[in-house]
Each structure stands twice: as C-alpha cells, then as structure tokens.
C-alpha cells in the first residue's frame, strides 16, 4: 500500500512517534511492517492494540500518516483473519464429508450382496403346492361370492369398466 501525502518525506527514525505513543508501541516498527506486507510482523508488534489516538502522526516531523497506515493494517488484519477462519471451517467440513463417506463405504462393504448370499432352492414339489393351494383360495373366494349373489372380482361377471359408477382414473364416485 503506498498513502503519501504532498508533504510526506521518508523516515528520519527520529523515535518522536515512539515516545509519544500512549500504549507504548513503536509505531515505527509497524509503519514499516505494514509498508512491506509484512502482517505477522505487525501482529507481533501489537497493531490492534493502537488505539488511534493520533499522537503519532502529530508528532511525525516527516508527516507519514501513520494512521491511515495502522487503520488499512488493522483492516488487512480483520480480513486475515475471517479469511483464515473461512479456510479452518472449510477444512473442518472437508474432513468431515471424507468421515462420513468412508462410513458410508465401510457401512456398504458389511452389507452382503445379494450375489453372496446362500441361493434358496425350492424343490419342483414345493413349487407345484404352492401353486395348488394359491389357486384352491381362489376358487374358495369365488364360491362364496357366488354362494352371496355377489359379482366376484376374479370371476367372468365383471362388470365391464365403462359401467362402473366410479370416475375413471380418480377413483371416487360421481356426485
């Protein structure tokens, strides 16, 4: 960053800023932290405990506006900051999406395939029982319709679908 005003001259490294400063931190040693980009440097100098009091700049005989300086350091600072956070989050749901995705594979591989699992064989005579049974019920509920009077659903009395009192595909009755 490079603020200059019209009158502004290099640093002379007089200390006047350093002695004037209430919280006691060299703001010499920022200015210059902060003039090469060098925020861990500014950090360590204790940057956000200036309390812009402008003393500084008031006593600054080369007239460096140290605090604008401070404030876009403080500000570059801020957004190191939230920046660094974003990335610890962004890293933190990273590592839990892999968790979870490795839990949902382990969770797959306990799981048998069906391919794995023991083939069920059912013999030609167990076949042919079930059959006969499926098609005795079938005639018990078509006797006991007819025995009532009443049109069976599998039987050849169905009524046709067009003379059904039921709306077509809504399935309720008309009013």
Known sequence: MAIETPDQQPCVHCGDCARACPDALNPEALF???????????????????????????????????????????????????AEDARKRFEARNARLAREREARAARRREVPSPAALPAQTISHAEVLAAISRGRARKAAVVESQARDGRPGACGPERAPIADAPWRGDQGRPHK
């Open 32 to 82: 210059f932290a902060l003039a090469r980009d060098d925020f861990p440097s500014a950090r360590a100098a204790r940057l956000d405990a200036c309390s812009e009091c402008h003393r500084c700049v008031e006593v600054c005989p080369s007239h460096i506006p140290l605090l604008d300086w401070f404030r876009w350091g403080k500000s570059g600072l801020h957004e190191r900051a939230r």
